[in-house]
């Protein structure tokens, strides 16, 4: 039974490529400290730093904007609860969040007093 169970993990991380992920992400983060480290020494401008977080974005996977989406509704609900403007999402974003990496211009925010009428 354990021998199956290393198989199926072993063929997942062959599938998804789990461990090239978590290296580029350790890359990644390494990248942005020393990006940080190097602002809060002097040696760069911000505007310098900016050009360098866009060229880093560029080698990142895009974004679960559903994943987003939500995440943003549960903290503005957090800071500013029934005045908070939210994102509109359909059930099906809801439910593949994780899984899909839907375009984010098509949730559209929806302010307070509108909420109370959907």
Same mark, same amino acid.
């Given at each position: 039974?354990?021998?199956?169970? !290393?198989?199926?993990?072993? /063929?997942?991380?062959?599938?998804?490529? #789990? $461990?090239?992920? &978590?290296? *580029?992400?350790?890359?990644?983060?390494?990248?942005?400290?020393?990006?940080?480290?190097?602002?809060?020494?002097?040696?760069?401008?911000?505007?310098?730093?900016?050009?360098?977080?866009?060229?880093?974005? !560029?080698?990142?996977?895009? /974004?679960?904007?559903?994943?987003?989406? #939500? $995440?943003?509704? &549960?903290? *503005?609900?957090?800071?500013?609860?029934?005045?908070?403007?939210?994102?509109?999402?359909?059930?099906?974003?809801?439910?593949?969040?994780?899984?899909?990496?839907?375009?984010?211009?098509?949730?559209?925010?929806?302010?307070?007093?509108?909420?109370?009428?959907?």
């Amino acid at each position: 039974m354990l021998g199956a169970l !290393a198989a199926v993990f072993g /063929a997942i991380d062959l599938v998804f490529d #789990l $461990s090239n992920r &978590a290296c *580029q992400h350790s890359l990644m983060k390494r990248r942005y400290f020393e990006l940080l480290a190097s602002v809060l020494i002097g040696a760069k401008t911000i505007k310098d730093a900016t050009a360098d977080v866009n060229r880093f974005s !560029a080698d990142e996977e895009p /974004a679960f904007h559903a994943l987003l989406a #939500l $995440s943003w509704n &549960a903290a *503005q609900e957090m800071v500013f609860g029934d005045k908070a403007y939210r994102y509109k999402l359909p059930i099906f974003a809801r439910t593949l969040k994780n899984l899909c990496r839907y375009e984010g211009s098509q949730f559209k925010v929806i302010a307070p007093q509108m909420q109370q009428l959907s």
